[in-house]
Every structure is written in structure tokens, then in C-alpha cells.
């Protein structure tokens, strides 16, 4: 298999950062924030987890389990990952440099700043 990810096609922005997510131990949930800026793109290379994505008024589930399936994630989009796979490679194409600064943790401060906005 060969499979090319282009900006321009499913990456919306120039990538300035790409990490990768793997050797997750079973039953661990991670992510749990939003960005207040941060564009990224999430594809699982290996494997598969859930992702679950909240934009301060509903909530929806995306199982990633293709190499093919890349899925933007938006600023201000909360976001939990889940049931990821023993084998799960998941790789994270970010349009900026890692900035703790842009980091929204806090779940309630996070709907009353999606609130504000809307
Ligand atoms: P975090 O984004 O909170 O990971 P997750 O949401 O998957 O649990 O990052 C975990 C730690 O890694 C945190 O201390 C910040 C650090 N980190 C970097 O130093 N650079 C990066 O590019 C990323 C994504 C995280």
C-alpha cells in the first residue's frame, strides 16, 4: 500500500509539526482538551481508536481505523481518544509549533468559551 497525504488535499493548512501517538496501554483515554488555534489532522496509520469530538453543542464519534481516513480536527473542537488498538499508530499532522499557550484543558472553561463565540 502507498498512501499520500498532500496539502492542499487532506490537509487544509502547512504543516508545521507532525507527531505520532502509539505503544498506547489498553483501556488509557487520552486528549481531553480543545485548541484555541491549533489546527491538526489525525490518521491512523496502524491500528485504530475512537475519537470523540465536541464543538460545545453536540457531541460525535469517529472510529479511525483506516490509513486512508484522515480526520480534521478544528480549533475549538474538544476531543477524547479512546479504544485504541494494542497496534495503533496514530499520526497527527499540526499547522503550528507545540504551544502549551493554545491548550484548553478545562472542560467547562471550554463550553463557556465556545459559548461566547458561537
Ligand atoms: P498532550 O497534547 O496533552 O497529549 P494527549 O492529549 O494525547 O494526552 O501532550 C502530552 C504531553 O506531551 C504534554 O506534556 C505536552 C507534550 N507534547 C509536546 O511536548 N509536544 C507535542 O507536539 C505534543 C503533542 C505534546
Not at 490518521?43 to 490509513?67: E, F, H, N
Not at 484543558?105 to 458561537?118: G, I, P, T, W
Request: aromatic share 8%; net charge negative; hydrophobic share 45%.
Amino acid at each position: 500500500m502507498l498512501i499520500p497525504v498532500e496539502v492542499g488535499q487532506a490537509v487544509p493548512f502547512d504543516i508545521k509539526r507532525v507527531y505520532t501517538v502509539f505503544d498506547t496501554k489498553p483501556g488509557v483515554r487520552r486528549g481531553f482538551h480543545a485548541h484555541h488555534r491549533l489546527q491538526q489532522v489525525a490518521i491512523a496509520v496502524a491500528g485504530s481508536c475512537r475519537m470523540v469530538l465536541d464543538d460545545g453543542k453536540a457531541r460525535t464519534t469517529v472510529i479511525l481505523d483506516r490509513p486512508d481516513l484522515a480526520l480534521t480536527l478544528p480549533p475549538m473542537v474538544w476531543h477524547e481518544m479512546e479504544d485504541f488498538s494494542d497496534n495503533c499508530v496514530l499520526l497527527v499532522l499540526a499547522d503550528d509549533v507545540y504551544d502549551e499557550n493554545d491548550y484548553i484543558r478545562d472542560y467547562d472553561a471550554f463550553l463557556e468559551l465556545s459559548r461566547a463565540r458561537a
